[in-house]
């Protein structure tokens, strides 16, 4: 499992541009308001869920992205969807409750867990996620974030959530 310094040494090898800034812990969406302020790119909520099935799901949305769960299986083909437990968020991604992230995905090389992405973050120029940590912040741009997607392999799917509606990953 990679750790923040892996992840980091994954970046550069990537050729990614990225900037971390360190804060106190936050472990919910509405926390950090003055922390938030000081980091640039859409910030970001991140829902580990398992649905029905046993599928497991990552959903990264823009904070403010509201993300209704009793229709969201509906859109994507899962079966109904809760939230995933701890133990096995550690097991497939290597990270705790408030340090979800996108980047975790990195820890997870059977794809056990699929992408959901929000269309926002998709069009951002810059988008901010833990570095596998929640006492961090890391800003990537879009095409570090692509870049990132595709050395992993992973096609998301990209979320229209105002509309509830699939769609194309925006053309860079």
């Not at 509405?30 to 959903?59: M, Q, S």
């Not at 912040?137 to 095409?143: E, I, P």
Request: charged share 20%.
């Amino acid at each position: 499992m990679l750790d923040r310094a892996g992840l980091f040494s994954l970046f550069d090898q990537l050729g990614m541009v990225h900037a971390t800034l360190d804060h106190p812990a936050v472990f919910r969406v509405g926390e950090g308001g003055a922390i938030k302020a000081r980091i640039p790119g859409a910030h970001t909520k991140n829902l580990f869920l398992k649905d029905a099935r046993g599928d497991l799901w990552l959903v990264c949305a823009k904070d403010d992205t509201a993300i209704d769960l009793k229709r969201l299986h509906g859109v994507i083909g899962s079966a109904r969807l809760s939230f995933g437990p701890p133990e096995l968020m550690a097991e497939t991604l290597g990270v705790t409750p408030g340090s979800v992230t996108l980047f975790a995905l990195a820890n997870d090389p059977l794809h056990r867990v699929r992408l959901v992405l929000d269309l926002a973050l998709a069009q951002a120029e810059e988008v901010s996620f833990h570095p596998l940590e929640n006492t961090a912040t890391t800003t990537v741009g879009q095409d570090g974030l692509r870049a990132f997607l595709d050395h992993l392999g992973r096609e998301p799917l990209v979320v229209d959530f105002p509309r509830l509606a699939l769609c194309s990953l925006p053309a860079r």
